[in-house]
């Protein structure tokens, strides 16, 4: 499991075909029920955004998390890449803070599906945590051109204790 990582110290290495080989790991203990109370969780978590997106919201990432969980079980690629264990072990408490906060299950199973999904598009697959084209709000979207990920609302959420921004590949989008 990618807990295992907390025994690892900040100088360590890892390649990206283990650290993808813990995600397959915990993704295998991933199920439909999981998945549609983590999307329960997306509903009820955006109830009070405005209409315009809140439906594309639910059903992309309701989508993306059915898709990208059965991503992770069936990849077998060979990343040749090593990482330090650093940047991963503080994205970690990140995400520990925020399962710890989680209130209720379906909360809890948002989490930790996110925790799968988030690592490994950043880590192993160096992607953006939210997909090319998540909008937000002002008609803002996440996109991509000559290979660099534009976000709009990176530099907002930064220094956010509880986002994964810090983490995230994209780059704040400076037509915002």
């Known amino acids: 499991m990618i807990e295992n990582l907390d025994d690892l110290d900040n100088n360590s290495r890892i390649t ?3 650290l993808r080989d813990m995600l397959k790991a915990d993704a295998k203990n991933i199920h439909m029920k999981d998945i549609m109370l983590a999307s329960s969780f997306l509903r009820e978590d955006a109830k009070y955004m405005p209409a315009s997106y809140r439906q594309d919201y639910i059903e992309r990432f309701s ?4 898709k990208k969980i059965k991503d992770i079980k069936e990849d077998k690629n060979n990343y040749a890449d090593d990482m330090g264990t650093k940047e991963i072990k503080e994205f970690l408490k990140v995400i520990k803070t925020q399962h710890n906060d989680a209130k209720g299950k379906n909360e809890r199973c948002f989490v930790k599906i996110a925790r799968i999904i988030s690592a490994y598009t950043t880590f192993v697959l160096e992607e953006p945590i939210h997909p ?3 909008k937000f709000p002002g008609g803002f979207i996440l ?7 534009y ?7 930064e220094n956010n204790p509880s986002a994964l921004c810090k983490f995230c590949v994209s780059v704040q989008d400076e037509n915002m």
Do not use: E
Not at 151 to 157: A, L, M, R, T
């Open 143 to 149: 996109y991509i051109q000559n290979g660099i990920y």
């Open 63 to 66: 989508r993306i998390f059915f």
């Open 132 to 134: 090319v084209g998540t």
């Open 151 to 157: 976000c709009p609302v990176k530099k907002n959420q």
């Open 16 to 18: 990206k075909n283990h």
